[in-house]
């Protein structure tokens, strides 16, 4: 009977350690109240991705993203600025294409 307490004892013990443990180590938040979408140049058939984010959580930016079918994706510069439009350049879509954003920790 002993012996079962002890071990439960010590299970219980280990339980709580590693719990405090893991809640030491702080967290980082990535994400924002963003949205994006696409342009369609009128004189070419090209596109640019756009972004622009009502928040941002603590150390996070993000930037615009023109996702290509068929080919590389192309990202605009980091932002952390608020109710601002950010684009990528002007691309080709051949095969279609959609506008993103990307949200990264500082």
């Not at 615009?64 to 600025?81: C, E, Q, S, V, W």
Request: net charge positive.
């Amino acid at each position: 009977m002993r012996s079962k307490r002890l071990t439960w004892g010590l299970a219980t013990a280990l339980v709580v350690a590693s719990t405090a443990l893991l809640s030491v180590a702080p967290a980082q938040a990535v994400g924002g109240n963003c949205s994006a979408g696409k342009d369609k140049n009128p004189e070419y058939d090209q596109y640019r991705g756009k972004a622009a984010c009502k928040s941002l959580q603590g150390d996070s930016r993000a930037r615009p993203k023109l996702i290509r079918d068929g080919g590389p994706d192309y990202t605009g510069a980091y932002f952390t600025r608020l109710d601002t439009l950010y684009y990528t350049k002007w691309y080709g879509c051949y095969l279609g294409c959609e506008g993103a954003y990307e949200i990264a920790h500082v």
